[in-house]
């Protein structure tokens, strides 16, 4: 058995408009805004790390459960943008979080790994304690890097978000999850050593718009939930149109979809944990309320979590 204890998330102070981003590729901000939804995201500063954003972002977590580092047991933190090959941003992380002779993993895993993360510790936790769970990303040095492509640059932000997942108690209870991937589609989203994000986004919508609808209704199902039974969807944040098409082949309003997709763009791992950060400091848990986490990234990996309220 295993909690999800609380959620933490940090921003970058700068705010990247779609007029700006735009502007790098011949884009208007009413294009940016009509493909993706976005309006604004956020940038790191050039001294910052995805570890400092990583170690801000689990600090606010552990403050907000109440619970000190010395209890955290792992540390699992998933980037698709560490400054390094080797080591990731796992270790200086726990540095910096003040983590003593922890077990720190990287999970190098673009936008589904935050829900990678949360499955796997969801399996660990009742043998290994208190897991931090953190999604960190500094894609504003991806998207930076030339040839930049008008359908990619303006597409992401910085950003953070953490979860605690524990075998004791919390928020929410993990009911079950399902994780899956399919390397047939590797070459259709990824970024080389030191080149920019390449991405086929015919494919990406067309795959993510049928393998999030079926991922989650195969965890719903094992429990007998229908998926308008769920009270929210916390999703990684990719494209405004993709949760609205989710949503509609779900059967459900779009707006059991949280979305803030409009404020900090595409942070890919980061995504899902923010918006659940986030959903959790506006909404009062009710005992017995499911929610559903999911997410789709490159790999291709995706895949769902059921949590119910306790």
């Avoid at 170690?55 to 560490?82: F, H, N, P, T």
């Avoid at 992380?93 to 077990?103: F, N, Q, S």
């Avoid at 769970?133 to 953490?162: H, N, T, W, Y």
């Amino acid at each position: 058995m295993a909690f999800l204890k609380a959620f933490g998330s940090w921003l970058p102070e700068r705010v990247v408009t779609s007029e700006e981003a735009g502007s790098w590729v011949g884009a208007d901000a009413t294009w940016v805004k009509n493909v993706s939804g976005i309006l604004e995201r956020r940038f790191a500063r050039e001294d910052e790390t995805v570890a400092d954003l990583a170690a801000r972002a689990g600090a606010d977590c552990l403050e907000r459960a109440g619970v000190l580092a010395s209890a955290v047991k792992m540390l699992l933190v998933a980037s698709g943008s560490g400054e390094r090959q080797f080591p990731g941003p796992a270790s200086a992380a726990a540095e910096k979080l003040g983590l003593k002779d922890v077990p720190a993993i990287d999970l190098p895993l673009a936008s589904a790994g935050s829900l990678f993360a949360m499955s796997l510790a969801s399996r660990l936790a009742e043998q290994v304690g208190e897991i931090l769970v953190i999604g960190a990303e500094k894609m504003s040095r991806l998207v930076a890097r030339e040839p930049q492509e008008r359908g990619v640059a303006v597409l992401f932000g910085d950003g953070a978000g953490a979860c605690l997942v524990s075998p004791e108690s919390g928020l929410c209870e993990v009911v079950d999850s399902h994780i899956a991937s399919d390397g047939s589609f590797a070459g259709d989203l990824y970024a080389d050593e030191g080149g920019p994000v390449r991405m086929n986004g015919r494919s990406v919508i067309l795959q993510a718009s049928r393998k999030i609808p079926a991922a989650i209704r195969a965890v719903l199902e094992r429990h007998g939930i229908l998926p308008e039974q769920v009270s929210a969807f916390l999703m990684h944040q990719a494209n405004q149109n993709l949760i609205v098409r989710i949503a509609e082949a779900l059967g459900v309003p779009a707006e059991r979809f949280y979305s803030n997709i409009a404020r900090y763009g595409n942070t890919s791992s980061a995504s899902m944990l923010i918006a659940a950060a986030e959903w959790a400091r506006e909404h009062s848990f009710t005992p017995g309320e499911q929610v559903v986490f999911a997410g789709f990234g490159a790999g291709f990996h995706w895949g769902a979590l059921l949590a119910r309220a306790v």
